[in-house]
C-alpha cells in the first residue's frame, strides 16, 4: 500500500476557457439547484440564481447555512476563474459567510461574485446573496489559490511521528 504522505496533493481540474460552457457540465451548485445566470456575469463577475425548494430547508424550515455558502462560493470562485488563463486553475482556500436573515421556501436567490484583487498566485474575492426583492440574506469573503501549468508544488515534507 502507497503512503498517503508521498502522494502528490491533488488539484482541481482547469476550467474551460469558456466560464458557461464549464458551468454547464455540471458540479455541486447544479445538484442543490442554482445555475450560472450567463446575461448577469462576466470578467470578474458572476451571478448565480435559483429557487429555494423544500431540499434546501433545515429543520427550522429555513434554508440551510450550507446552501448559502455553496451558493456563494459558486459565484466567488466562478468570477476568479472569469480572470484565469488557459494554463490557470483555482481552488477555494478560505470562504467565510456571514448570514443576515433567513430565507424561506419559494424565495428566488440571487448570488452575485465579483473578484476584488487578482494577483499571481491569490485572488480575493466577496460576494451578496440577495432575494426577490433586493434584501441581502448573506454576504461572504474569500480568498483562491491560483495555479498554472508552470507552478510546480514542492514535494511535502517528511512524515513526522509523534512520540509518546
Given amino acids: 500500500m502507497a503512503d498517503p504522505a508521498s502522494e502528490p496533493e491533488p488539484r482541481p481540474t482547469r476550467p474551460l476557457p469558456d466560464l458557461l460552457a464549464a458551468a454547464r457540465r455540471g458540479g455541486f451548485h447544479q445538484e442543490v439547484g442554482f445555475r450560472v445566470d450567463a446575461a448577469a456575469s462576466g470578467r470578474g463577475f458572476v451571478t448565480v440564481t435559483g429557487k429555494v425548494e ?29 480572470l484565469l488563463s488557459e494554463t490557470e486553475t483555482t481552488a477555494t482556500t478560505s470562504l467565510y459567510v456571514e448570514f443576515l436573515r433567513a430565507a424561506r421556501e419559494g424565495e428566488t436567490l440571487t448570488a452575485r461574485g465579483e473578484v476584488l484583487r487578482r494577483g499571481r498566485h491569490i485572488a480575493f474575492a466577496e460576494g451578496n446573496l440577495l432575494g ?15 495555479w498554472s501549468e508552470e507552478d510546480r508544488s514542492p514535494p511535502p515534507p517528511p512524515a513526522r511521528h509523534r512520540s509518546r
Fill in 54 to 82: 423544500p431540499r434546501h430547508l433545515n429543520i427550522n424550515g429555513v434554508v440551510h447555512g450550507g446552501v448559502y455558502a455553496t451558493i456563494l462560493d459558486t459565484a466567488m470562485g466562478a468570477a476568479v476563474v472569469s
Fill in 132 to 146: 426577490t426583492d433586493g434584501r441581502r440574506f448573506s454576504q461572504a469573503r474569500g480568498t483562491w489559490y491560483i
